[in-house]
């Protein structure tokens, strides 16, 4: 598995998603912050949703970059108050989700010792599912 230290920006991208999940912490057992940055250095950030269908963070940060015209990521991280350096990995929905807008992102997460680094998203969805095209 490749893995690359964090920087700066990384650190930003942290303090972004540590404060969506703050702000929007609601009382719920899992609330979970995640923040996006963009190839421009742009960052986008959400809280998950919780219901019936629910939305995860990732997907409320990715929404809102998406919205804004900004459908490419470079780097994503999601947080937990209880968490391991307060970083959780993304669900197989969301980096199944991911893969489909932008295969090659960053996500910030604990690797096996526990220590923060980015991993490249291939490896963690190794096989994604291609959209058939018929070709």
């Known amino acids: 598995m490749r893995k690359y230290p964090l920087t700066d920006a990384d650190q930003q991208l942290i303090d972004a998603a540590l404060a969506a999940l703050r702000a929007g912490a609601d009382g719920h057992y899992h609330t ?4 996006v940055r963009c190839p421009d250095g742009t960052v986008f950030a959400g809280v998950n ?20 015209g900004q459908p490419l990521f470079d780097t994503i991280v999601a947080m937990h108050e209880m968490a391991k350096n307060h970083l959780v990995p993304p669900c197989g929905n969301c980096r199944q989700m991911l893969y489909e807008y932008s295969p090659d992102v960053l996500v910030i997460l604990n690797d096996e010792q526990g220590d923060a680094c980015k991993i490249p998203l291939r490896d963690l969805l190794p096989l ?7 070709e």
């Not at 949703?49 to 804004?68: L, N, P, Q, R, T």
């Not at 994604?128 to 018929?134: L, P």
């Open 128 to 134: 994604a599912y291609e959209k058939v095209t018929g």
């Open 32 to 35: 979970v912050g995640a923040a």
């Open 49 to 68: 949703c919780d219901g019936i269908h629910g939305a995860c963070a990732e997907f409320v940060a990715v929404g809102a970059a998406v919205s804004a």
